[in-house]
């Protein structure tokens, strides 16, 4: 398995010069098993990748595309990238069933007229959306199996796992802690203190952390929502994002291999994130090795291409 990371900032992208060594663009991870390309979100990220796979002799056709959500930062790359508009590419897009609006209509929507001049009906790529849910285990091309589970997010997210010959890698990236306000499909405004959960709410949270520690367990590589620092979390604990604390504790109890801090906040400079990852190697009682993800990162791990 290769893993690439083009796409390491949460919210929105950024271009200042302090931020560039970890990235401005927004989320997006490329997977190569084999034959197989896997591509987790399509935040800014993903222009670049297709520029990429345009430059390869021989660029993959089927492209698999998983989204954890549908919030802009996640899609915003959509539009951009390259092999949408090539006829011999066929892509399988898989996200999140929703009640109130299909995948398929969330992406056409936003390639729409005012908002782009182009329409999913100008794409020259064979197009499928899979719409699933949390708890699904499938295949994808025979060498790569995928599990999901669900993540603590306004309006839900997708949590991914990633299994092939010899790696696994899990991804994460927007996830708030377990403890507190429980996000479902309606927004819940943060009145100041915590949401007083029922037992109902309570017994749901924790069975939310346990399904994302059982999807971590033993992961080689956990990509993972660190987009705050603890005093940021206080403020900010109904945004539905983790502290770098908070990943290193699911990740020292998941024992995975290695962390890797995702969701950059986008107020975060490079000095920043760096005494974020400091200050949580110190903190780690494990041997786990944690880094911070940075654009342009590449893990290679098991059977490769
Ligand atoms: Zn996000
Ligand atoms: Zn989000």
Redesign the pocket.
Known sequence: MIVRIWGTRGSYPVARAEMLRYGGNTTCVEVRVGDSCIILDAGTGLRQLGEALGREPNPPTTINMLIT?T?W??IIGFPFFAPIFSPQNRLEIYGLQRTQSSLRKTIANALSDPLMPIGLEDLRADLSFHEIHEGLEFQLDSRVRVCTARAN??YR?LAYRLESDGATLVFIP?TGPFHTVLFGDERIEWTGKPTANTDDDLLALATMRARIINLARGADWLIYDSQFTDEQYARFPHW?HSSASQAREIAEEAGVGQLLLFHHDPHHTDTQIDAMLEEQRTLCRSDMIITAAYEGMELRKGDLP
């Open positions: 959500h919030h930062d996640h997010h306004p997210a927007d539905g």
